[in-house]
């Protein structure tokens, strides 16, 4: 029963309602109807103007990434031409370095060589001298032999 009573309350309400709005309240309703009508025109209207802002800002976003994505290529590219670059001078630079080794090895060797023929001279011009000094010597026994032949000459 007690369903009931709420359905006849409801139905009593608004008969209350009629009696006292009447007109007034179809009037207001159809003004909330409208302004509802309209609200939801102009949200609908927005709802296509954000759709529509979304989506250049999605195509600018797009852009500037595609355009960012250039600039790196090009940025990378211009740093693999740049290492090439600084490879090649390197290894033109070892060649260099190892060319003018090779030139210091040469004229090391070279000089070691000169050296060591000086070397050698001197060598055989010392053994000369020391032959010659020891054929030129006079032993003990001749030195003596020679004095004492002095000293006969001398008595004669």
Known sequence: ???????????????????LFGEDLQSIEQKLDT?????????????????KRLKEIEL???KRFKEADSTQ???SE???GSLNEVKQEIASLKESISNSLEQFDT????????????????KEEYKLKIEKLDSNKLDKATLSDMLVELAENLKK
């Open 60 to 62: 600018l976003q797009e």
């Open 107 to 122: 004229k090391i060797s070279n000089l070691e060589n000169t050296i060591n023929q000086t070397i050698n001279q001197f």
């Open 1 to 19: 029963m007690a369903h009931t009573t709420q359905g006849s309350e409801g139905e009593n309400l608004s008969r209350i309602r009629d009696i």
């Open 35 to 51: 302004a509802k009508d309209e609200n939801s025109a102009t949200v609908d209207e927005l709802k296509i103007e954000i759709e």
């Open 78 to 80: 211009n740093q693999k």
């Open 73 to 75: 290529e090009k940025n």
